[in-house]
């Protein structure tokens, strides 16, 4: 569905295997100096496919992609890295990326897909992510606060000289 040709920020779907070529294109146009391989779709769909989201593009292909997945909080996982499996004892939701395709950000679409992952996110008790090309007042925005912590310097290596690890607490469920 479009509205005046636009995607409808409430037609975000679960990711289905048949996406992940259209979300490695995405991916591969919105950070280009951050390829992952289809792979890595693919296994983070399969080992959480509550947290693989997509908005598709009027006329065909994606407006937007997003990942999510269990983690042990302070453990990022590299970039390009297949996982296999999910750790034990996640305590937080991971958020790989939230990706909208440049033509079609500014309208609010994003907004819906992270407010589902951090519904997700509940449980554990914490999001967190990998901030890259300077979005941490964006994340901020989402209530996500930086966290400074030279153990975490080595793991950030693979997301670039601007990454910024986010956390944002949340209720914990029981």
């Known amino acids: 569905m479009s509205v005046d040709g636009a995607p409808v920020a409430a037609d975000w779907r679960g990711m289905v295997p048949s996406d992940t070529a259209a979300v490695v294109?995405?991916?591969?146009r919105v950070h280009p100096t951050f390829h992952e391989d289809e792979a890595v779709f693919r296994d983070r769909l399969s080992l959480f496919p509550d947290g693989s989201l997509v908005l598709a593009a009027p006329g065909g292909g994606l407006a937007a992609y997003a990942i999510a997945y269990p983690v042990r909080r302070f453990v990022p996982p590299p970039l390009d890295t297949v996982l296999g499996r999910l750790p034990e004892?996640?305590?937080?939701?991971?958020?790989?990326?939230?990706?909208?395709?440049?033509?079609?950000?500014?309208?609010?679409?994003?907004?819906?897909?992270?407010?589902?992952?951090?519904?997700?996110?509940?449980?554990?008790?914490a999001a967190v992510?990998?901030?890259?090309?300077?979005?941490?007042?964006?994340?901020?925005?989402?209530?996500?606060?930086?966290?400074e912590d030279e153990a975490l310097t080595s793991k950030l290596a693979s997301y670039g000289e601007d990454a910024v690890f986010m956390l944002r607490e949340t209720m914990k469920e029981g």
Do not use: K, N
């Open 89 to 125: 004892g996640a305590d937080a939701l991971y958020i790989h990326d939230v990706a909208v395709a440049p033509e079609w950000r500014g309208r609010g679409l994003a907004e819906p897909a992270i407010e589902r992952l951090l519904a997700l996110a509940e449980p554990f008790g």
């Open 129 to 147: 992510l990998v901030s890259v090309y300077g979005t941490p007042p964006f994340w901020a925005r989402h209530g996500f606060r930086p966290v």
């Open 25 to 28: 294109s995405l991916a591969d």
